[in-house]
């Protein structure tokens, strides 16, 4: 049987035009997708520039089917996710991203940076260090390194702590002294509650040479050497807070009203006092100042009674318009009509009350003690050394 070529001569125009209409096809169905995938993509921009999250997420999964191998688009999916709470929808598209293999460098610590704050939102500490700690090397180090800090702060491992913040000085990230003097502090109370009180000592005295600025180190090395009864030391402690940190003297107030009962130096802490609150008026210097008045005028016992302390209520009335200075005078007179004098004071005591805590500038957090790390916003330092009647 002989071969017919005339069947391939007319073969290969039918072959041509079939590829031809094929290629066609495809090439509408690609552009079909691609003006789909935009178009749901920008149908999600809008959505999310009118705060209406719940259907940008849907547009944007809608965007995703179409065009799965779009990594923007998971970023963006992923961070609305986190947004609205849905942590485990948000850690599941980050783990997508990670695990593909065909992802950049870039992009991949960017979605082990965005994994790694999924966790931190979720409260999953032990997950979150361990993403951050994958971010070592790369563009997202400092960001993870003050997270890491933000972590063992609140977990108040101390040890990790100091030695983030000793990484983060060495690599000219900011200056961490104070808060190393912070941790050796933190680190000294917890040996005073087992009794070490020689172990902290040291600890304190660490912290003041890591940080000589710092308020904190010198106040409570001056309170345990007075504890320790080391009270001539402690008041030349305090002289040096005195004279490093004078805005902090107040703090150290009734401190120096026991140590001059303890040393009989009342003159030379009295006129310590006086020099600050003539330069700053303080209520906690204030009513240091009247306790040591009193003390002093026990002392003299020349059959007079001057009042020298209440005299200096007055006077401070007249500097610095004060409810709880006003408050404390009244406790002290007697009135024309004496039977309303508790009821009145009730009063004036209960309204001065929230005058006499500390707020936290960071956050508004008040307290009836002054706190070095804030429980409101873990800030350092955030709490001024003056109540709130002074602010």
Known sequence: MEFDLSWILLGLPVAFVLGWLASRWDLRQIRAENRQAPKAYFKGLNFL???????????????????????????????????????????????????RGDLSRVDRDRAQHALAQDFLKAGLLDRAEDALRRLEGTAFEAEAHLA?????????DWTQAAAIARRMQEANQGDFSGRLAHYLCEDAQALLTQGQQAEALQRLQQAITTAPQAARPRLEHAQLQHRMGQSAQALHTLESLAEQSPASLPLAAQLLVDIAAATGQRQHIHQLLSQQYEQAPSLDLLQALVALDAQIEEQSNDGETKAPGRARLVQHLDREPSLVAAAQWLAGEKLAEEQYHPAVQRALDHAAKPLTRYRCAACGFEARQHFWHCPGCQSWDSYPARRVEEL
């Not at 996710?81 to 783990?95: D, P, Q």
């Not at 890491?148 to 108040?156: G, Q, T």
Request: proline content about 2%; hydrophobic content about 40%; charged content about 30%.
């Open 49 to 99: 520039l009118n705060e209406q999250q719940d259907k940008a997420i849907d547009a944007f999964i809608e965007a995703v089917q179409n065009d799965p191998d779009t990594s923007e688009l998971h970023f963006a999916l992923g961070n609305l996710f986190r947004r609205r709470g849905e942590y485990n929808r948000a850690v599941r598209v980050h783990e997508h991203l990670l695990s």
């Open 148 to 156: 890491l800090l933000a972590i063992y702060e609140r977990s108040r």
